[in-house]
């Protein structure tokens, strides 16, 4: 996924290629080759891009360079505004800033809810030059006058197809109203619906246009199975494969936040360190359990998808969807948690088939390929021994582990991929086929 050329041939600037070889990148990515020379042009942009694929070093570093160029006004106002969905992108992306710029005299400052506003305000009173805000906590500043727009040059829309799936459109549009007439527009998002074509059509005067990959590359670089287990089965399933695999650094995606907490509250109990991660926690406790499981010392986090959209752990090996998400776009986010910058991953989908068949189907058309089966003996159901729809009426209720379709003998269980007889299954790198291995 690497192009040929270096970061000083896209026309950086040293203090900003000193930055990039602390952080060791060796060669830009994709969307930076394309993005950079955009960025660094003035022109505005309209980009095509998923987490993972090195955006925000595309749209960071070129505003960077233009804000050490021309140094900030007396005022001290902001002259770049980032607008991201969730305060973890938010804290996310001002920490990529702040890396990038480590040698530049160049101040970023995160600005979203959860945490006081006063802190916040008082940290406004300095000289600023990059915003990276979530918009409702940026909406707070503007109305009590802690912040002021009127000298924005690069305005920036990061995953503005989520930020509309989270109802943001209005938030935006009051924002945009603030912003000074004359300014350099940027807009990423992963996926292209008619609103967000509309949004563009809005915001953005003659842009460039970059599409750095197929939409569903992420999908393409992660190994992905399912198993077809009874949603009340799932949990012993889940707790019977960390034990067997030993997976050490695990995302589980629960479709509730009330699912997530009761899931992380049942694994805790069965020894397996376990915590929830969801919009319903202060934003220190958040911090604080995202901080241990990047740190490895929580082997697994529970999230609902939106908590999880600013998650970025180097090579996390694996990521579980505990039920499928109604949206078969999300199936391509939360596998692309796992599998990132280059590397491999692997992706478990747990799907009741009488509950989100439907679903399945739905994600299996968008990433165009059949998702491998694995069967686990004692859980999964038998996909071929399955009536098309409904269960006959002598089968045992959903979850009834010891079925007839079932291995009666757990110490015997072995798991296979369905339909391909004598092949291995295909494991999870991290530790699976070698249980002395953690990872
Ligand atoms: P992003 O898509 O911006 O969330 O970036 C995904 C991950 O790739 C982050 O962990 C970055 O630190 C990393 N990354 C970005 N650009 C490069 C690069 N040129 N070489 C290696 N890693 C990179």
Not at 127 to 150: C, F, Y
Not at 223 to 244: F, G, T
Request: aromatic share 4%; net charge positive; proline share 7%.
């Amino acid at each position: 996924m690497q192009s040929d050329l270096t970061f000083a041939a896209l026309g950086l600037a040293e203090p900003l290629l000193r930055a990039l070889t602390d952080a060791g990148y060796t060669e830009p990515t994709p969307i930076q080759a394309k993005g950079i020379p955009a960025v660094l042009g003035g022109g505005d942009l309209l980009a095509a891009a998923q987490t993972g694929t090195g955006k925000t070093a595309s749209f960071a570093l070129p505003i960077l360079q233009r804000l050490m160029e021309a140094p900030r006004a007396r005022n001290g106002r902001p002259r770049a505004l980032i607008l991201t969905p969730t305060r973890e992108l938010a804290a996310q992306v001002d920490a990529s800033v702040r890396s990038y710029g480590e040698h530049v005299a160049v101040r970023s400052l995160a600005i979203y809810g959860g945490v006081s506003l006063f802190g916040q305000s008082k940290a406004l009173r300095r000289p600023v030059d990059i915003i990276v805000a979530t918009p409702g906590r940026l909406l707070d500043h503007l109305s009590q006058g802690t912040l002021k727009l009127s000298d924005i040059e690069v305005f920036v829309l990061d995953e503005a197809d989520r930020m509309l799936d989270m109802g943001f459109i209005h938030d935006i549009k009051k924002i945009m109203a603030k912003l000074p007439a004359q300014r350099q527009n940027l807009l990423f998002s992963a996926t292209f619906s008619p609103e967000i074509r509309a949004l563009a059509e809005g915001l953005l005067h003659n842009p460039a246009s970059i599409e750095v990959a197929p939409r569903n590359t992420t999908a393409e670089r992660v190994d992905q199975s399912l198993c077809l287990v009874p949603q009340n089965a799932k949990r012993d399933l889940l707790i019977h494969l960390i034990r067997e695999r030993q997976w050490f650094q695990v995302l589980v995606f629960s479709r509730t936040k009330h699912g997530a907490d009761r899931l992380a509250d049942q694994l805790s109990r069965a020894g397996i360190p376990a915590e929830a991660l969801h919009g319903n926690k202060a934003q220190n406790a958040r911090t604080r359990t995202l901080d241990a499981f990047k740190r490895a010392r929580l082997q697994v986090l529970v999230a609902t998808d939106i908590a999880a959209r600013g998650i970025d752990v180097d090579q996390l090996p694996m990521v579980v969807n505990f039920e499928l998400p109604n949206v078969p776009e999300d199936y391509v986010h939360r596998i692309g948690r796992t599998g990132r910058a280059g590397a491999e991953g692997s992706a478990l989908s747990l799907v009741d088939p009488d509950a989100e068949g439907k679903q399945l189907r739905a994600i299996e058309r968008l990433i165009n390929r059949r998702i491998e089966r694995v069967v686990v003996d004692g859980f999964t159901v038998d996909e071929a021994a399955r009536p098309a729809q409904r269960p006959p009426r002598d089968a045992q209720a959903p979850g009834q582990r010891h079925s007839h379709r079932h291995n009666k003998n757990p110490a015997r269980q072995s798991e296979r991929p369905q339909g391909r007889d004598g092949n291995p299954p295909r494991r999870s790198r991290n530790g699976a086929g070698n249980p002395r291995a953690r990872g």
